[in-house]
């Protein structure tokens, strides 16, 4: 039985359609191909969730384009991006990642790229998972970093397939070393205090609040930021520098 594409309307039958989690349909020819295909999870996503993910596609590859684009030409290694983490393209400079997916129409020729683009400082899991397969009576691993993103519409949770353990790590380590943080026993402790210091700042601005401090929102902000830091690492330069490159790109 044929169906109709809930974006396009074409008519499409079983093999030239993708279902989605509430029932829609899409065509497989034109719909589905303004998403990441490789990482947009169709089956399990809403037709809302599709809209939002194909916006951000949109303005990622005309940042890629734009703001990316030229520093891969550059000659200033502290404004070349790291590509060594492909398809995932960090760029501390712009305070910005981009996860690629570059297709071809066939074999090397009609090259394309399309991009999602994520502020640094939104990154909040970069961690490694492994899966076990049997593959003609013989096991194979392969290793994955699951990427997850806060305050973002669209693409915000997915894994990568890298080869070997050992790339995971270099990603892990990459990462932790770009956002100060340590995974060493002294400096675990010391975070811990810094989490636990900020949560009582943050308690005691609650209660001050609740006492008419007129000063208490402030605090507790200041509380809040401090205990993001002492999670996830002092991001403030990543952010102020994704401000400024984003404002540029708005124009």
Known sequence: ???????????????????????????????????????????????????????????????????????????????????????????????????????????NFGKSEHACVFRLDDLVCYETEKETKTVNNKEQTEYYIHYAFRNTYGLSDFRVRYDRAFDCQAVEKYFNELFGIQKTLGNSINNSKRQIKAIKNITSAVSGSVKGDSTADTKTNSALEALDAAIYGDRSELKARADAALTAFEG
């Open 1 to 107: 039985m044929a169906k109709n594409c809930a974006i396009c309307g074409a008519s499409i039958n079983v093999f030239q359609s993708q279902k989605l989690a509430d029932g829609n349909y899409l065509c497989r020819k034109v719909c589905c191909k303004k998403a990441l295909i490789k990482y947009f999870d169709f089956v399990n996503a809403t037709l809302p969730e599709y809209k939002e993910h194909v916006a951000q596609v949109e303005r990622g590859t005309k940042i890629w384009e734009q703001l990316f684009g030229p520093r891969l030409k550059s000659k200033d290694k502290n404004e070349k991006p790291e590509r060594r983490y492909q398809p995932m393209i960090v760029a501390p400079s712009l305070g910005l990642v981009a996860l690629l997916e570059t297709r071809y129409k066939f074999m």
